[in-house]
């Protein structure tokens, strides 16, 4: 005599956890994606290449958050701004100070050839490893820098940090830099990094003149 099984169909419930498990799992990939398209600027690409940049900058708001977009507005543009790449051996000695510029990009002209204004004073950073520059109430908004150098180019303006050390010229030949996009009265952080806002200190000069000053009062 043989004896036949037959196995009994999944529940409902099992069969929708079958379903749904993909489709979460869909979902999550979708939404990390949407952050990461948001923060960065989507697809977007500067219309030009530097050669010289050798990494990203991070910005940081008053709050030790990173930011990628803002108001032109706003002074100081960003209150910390933090390399991706580690000081070389020259620039990691104490008295190394990092600089925030931005420069005006403008098609057909080399990257050298750019005009450029300082956001920030120099910064005196604790942590070579994470360069970074610090900003004061005293410092310019990016509307500031517009009205002498417009983004002529496509709406861009390139940003850069520059080290420099003591008994050392500024580290010009090679520098972490980030590409961001002004539309209207805003702008926004075009490719970039995530960095640490919290991997050091930066001190800027302006605050060490005001304290020499004021203990001279």
């Known amino acids: 005599m043989t004896t036949t099984t037959t196995e009994a169909p ?5 069969t929708t956890r079958l379903r749904i498990g993909p489709v ?4 999550a990939v ?28 991070g910005l940081c708001n008053a709050g030790g958050k990173q930011v990628s977009s803002g108001s032109i507005d706003t002074a100081p543009f960003a209150w910390r701004a933090v390399g991706t790449t580690p000081a070389p051996a020259a620039y990691s000695a104490p008295g190394s100070s990092a600089t925030l510029y931005a420069f005006q990009p403008r098609s057909g002209v080399d990257p050298t050839g750019w005009s450029g204004q300082l956001l920030t004073a120099a910064g005196r950073y604790s942590d070579p490893t994470h360069p970074m520059a610090a900003a004061t ?5 990016l509307a500031d820098f517009l009205a ?20 050392q010229p500024p580290l010009t030949a090679g520098y972490d830099a980030l590409d961001i996009k002004v539309s209207g009265g805003s702008w926004h952080s075009v490719g970039g990094a995530t960095v640490d806002c919290s991997a050091g200190t930066s001190v800027s000069f302006e605050d060490e003149i005001d304290s020499i000053v004021s203990g001279n009062k």
């Not at 999944?10 to 099992?14: K, L, N, Q, R």
């Not at 002498?148 to 008994?167: E, I, K, M, N, S």
Request: no cysteine; charged share 15%; proline share 6%.
């Open 24 to 27: 979460v799992v869909l979902v």
């Open 30 to 57: 979708l939404v990390t994606s949407l952050v990461a398209w948001l923060r960065w600027g989507s697809d977007e690409k500067a219309p030009y290449t530097d050669s010289a940049a050798a990494g990203s900058i």
């Open 10 to 14: 999944p529940s409902a419930a099992a």
């Open 137 to 141: 109430g005293a410092d310019v908004a």
């Open 148 to 167: 002498a150098y417009p983004a002529v180019d496509h709406g861009f303006v390139q940003l850069r940090l520059y080290l420099t050390a003591p008994g």
